[in-house]
């Protein structure tokens, strides 16, 4: 447990000039906290990389109370950020888009597109719906609801349980 602490926030983030330890995971800032930090949305973040600063600006914060569990911090609260890099139009490239005739196609979980990417959200959405329908508080369900979307932001996570919780669902 003492390992899974040390690398819980190993990120630095500049938050009105104070910096804080937390965690970015693509286009999500995780900051633990205490007293709440003065933060709202269009406001400007930055992540300490080295000599550099990178800039996000902030599209939607969360402020989760009690959310940390103590795990990897002291602080008791969770600040979640949904932020956009500002150089980010700088840095796309417009990915070729691909055309695809089908006709007669019979089958069942057929995947097409760009990427072999797999989306299960409607087996997300059924396990929400089990989540909803268990004996258990509001809070309780909610926070079940929140821990399942983040979890299943891990690819190699996404793919094992999809296929996991669509096998259980069948089988019920």
């Given at each position: 447990?003492?390992?899974i602490n040390q690398l819980a926030y190993q990120e630095k983030f500049l938050i009105n000039e104070i910096e804080q330890n937390g965690q970015r995971k693509d286009n999500i800032i995780m900051i633990p906290y205490t007293d709440e930090p003065?933060?709202?949305i269009d406001?400007?973040?930055k992540q300490l990389s080295g000599q550099r600063k990178i800039e996000f600006k902030v599209l939607d914060c969360q402020f989760g109370k009690n959310q940390s569990l103590s795990i990897?911090?002291?602080h008791p609260h969770i600040l979640k950020l949904q932020v956009e890099h500002i150089n980010a139009e700088k840095n796309n490239t417009k990915q070729a888009s691909?055309?695809?005739n089908i006709t007669n196609l019979n089958g069942t979980n057929i995947?097409?597109?760009d990427g072999n990417t797999q989306n299960f959200i409607n087996i997300i959405k059924e396990l929400e719906d089990?989540?909803?329908k268990a004996q258990a508080t509001p809070q309780e369900k909610e926070e079940a609801k929140g821990?399942?979307?983040q979890l299943m932001d891990n690819k190699l996570v996404n793919t094992v349980v999809g296929t996991l919780a669509s096998n259980a669902i069948k089988s019920e």
């Open positions: 447990m003492r390992r003065d933060i709202g406001d400007v973040i990897g911090t002291k691909t055309s695809f995947q097409l597109g089990k989540i909803d821990l399942l979307w």
